[in-house]
């Protein structure tokens, strides 16, 4: 049983996220994802419009994962791996050379981001859209 696990904030859950979650199912048996929890987006300077538990429960419902974990902090990483008896660690390549170290623990996967999409510039197009409702009003 290979088991492979990521981390992300999953925002407006998108055909991105989906690709990496597909991709990174594929290399094992078992997914595991670490959803970023509001209050760790806060450290990590990243606004989510969907609140943890609905990201939580909307990667959870995706058909390539396993099981959702919450991501409190940047360490848990490691601890994660172990308990998880984790094979791969996998993440989209803007982080590359990032998390490196995890290789002393399992295989470091960096798999190549969808282009053209973006939780950010989703969140981008919805302001847009708000905007343009409220100046047609
Ligand atoms: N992703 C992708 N293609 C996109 C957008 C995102 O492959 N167009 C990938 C990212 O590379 C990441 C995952 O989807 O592997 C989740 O992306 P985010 O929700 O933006 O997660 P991020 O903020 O990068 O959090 O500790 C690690 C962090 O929690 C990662």
Redesign the pocket.
């Known amino acids: 049983m290979k088991t492979v696990i ?6 407006l859950f ?4 989906v ?3 597909k991709r ?1 199912r594929s290399l094992g048996d078992r997914l595991v994802v ?1 959803v ?1 929890t509001d209050e ?2 806060e450290r ?1 300077s ?1 606004i ?1 419009l969907v609140p943890y538990e609905h990201r939580a429960a909307i990667v959870e419902s995706c058909r390539y994962v396993d099981l959702v974990i919450p ?1 409190n902090d ?1 360490t848990q ?1 490691k601890i994660d791996i172990v308990t998880h008896n984790v094979d791969f660690f ?6 590359k050379g ?2 490196d170290d995890l290789s002393e623990y399992c295989e470091v996967v960096y ?10 510039a989703m969140r981008e197009a919805i302001l847009v859209f708000t905007q343009l409702g409220k100046d047609l009003i």
Do not use: C, M, P, Q
């Open positions: 990521t981390y992300g904030t999953f925002d998108h055909i991105g996220h690709n990496l979650l990174a670490a970023s760790f987006n990590k990243k989510s991501e940047w990483k996998v993440i989209g390549d803007d982080w990032k998390f798999l190549e981001r969808t282009e053209n999409i973006s939780s950010t």
